[in-house]
């Protein structure tokens, strides 16, 4: 695969799976949505890891890792689903978009060799004043707006948090072994979840929620890791990180074109000082052509 079609395959799966989330709830609910598609997406998992013949370690820094990756994955994503029910489908982007300026202040708490620049704080500033502006219209969109663009921010602090705590266990582990270890984790907690507070299993799911939560499965939990893994050892981590440049536009006109979501002016100005927090937050590797040491 070519680096111009795997970066053309990462944008495609983050800009669309905030939309693919919201429809995966329709007919079950967001716990049976989550669920399938967990469970599903550890089947392929696993299907991929005996595939290409990966050997997933069990010591105990793997263990860890696994666990701090399989945590991320059940609260994020409880999280970002239960939230998804009171939100647009876009701003869930926009909101993830914040990810990388959330895991450089992790790494400069957490990571001993690793600081902020007055530029990096400049963007993080910037992001915080989008979110700002953005939560201050999020009142013509809904009553409960503002609890679920805390439950997305709050996914994004978890997952953020969650990059930094792997990192720092230092393993070397495979991608797809840590994927494959979390979600082993991580799926009986969210199977446990459905059953205790909900336990009833749909009698007709709508024919596009059985296609997100497939393609959820498939594209979000698997290929999407493949691709992006593949981009990283091949591209500049900070040239990779300009993909959530543009993934908060393409999920909002998504959203507004597939799903009737309306566009209010105060959304396009917090996406964008949003946008220009993240540019600064990487002009230094931008403008030195250099690669960041962080887990960003």
């Not at 994927?179 to 749909?202: H, M």
């Amino acid at each position: 695969m070519s680096v111009p079609a795997a970066f053309l395959g990462v944008i495609l799966i983050w800009s669309t799976t905030p939309l693919a989330i919201q429809w995966s709830s329709e007919g079950g609910g967001f716990l049976f949505g989550v669920t399938a598609r967990m469970v599903l997406g550890l089947i392929f998992c696993l299907l991929a890891i005996r595939i290409s013949g990966i050997d997933m370690p069990w010591h105990a820094r793997a263990r860890g890792a696994y666990l701090a990756a399989g945590i991320a994955i059940y609260g994020a994503m409880m999280l970002v689903y239960w939230g998804a029910q009171y939100v647009p489908s876009g701003w869930i982007a926009v909101l993830f978009g914040l990810s990388p300026l959330l895991t450089s202040l992790f790494s400069a708490v957490w990571l001993s060799d690793h600081s902020l620049s007055r530029w990096k704080l400049a963007g993080l500033l910037l992001g915080v004043l989008g979110l700002t502006i953005i939560f201050s219209g999020g009142v013509e969109i809904g009553p409960h707006v503002g609890v679920g663009v805390a439950a997305v921010l709050l996914s994004t602090l978890l997952h953020s948090a969650s990059a930094v705590w792997v990192k720092r266990l230092g393993t070397d582990l495979p991608a797809l072994a840590v994927t494959g270890g979390g979600l082993s984790v991580a799926v009986p907690a969210f199977v446990l979840s459905w059953f205790v507070f909900d336990g009833v299993w749909p009698q007709a799911l709508p024919e596009r929620a059985r296609f997100a939560i497939s393609y959820l499965a498939l594209f979000g939990s698997v290929l999407g890791f493949f691709w992006y893994y593949y981009l990283l050892n091949r591209v500049a981590p900070v040239k990779v990180n300009l993909v959530t440049l543009v993934t908060p536009v393409t999920a909002l006109l998504l959203g507004h074109w597939l799903n009737g979501e309306v566009l209010l002016p105060t959304v396009w100005l917090g996406t964008g000082l949003i946008l220009a927090g993240l540019t600064m937050h990487q002009w230094d590797m931008l403008k030195g052509g250099r690669a960041p040491t962080t887990v960003e």
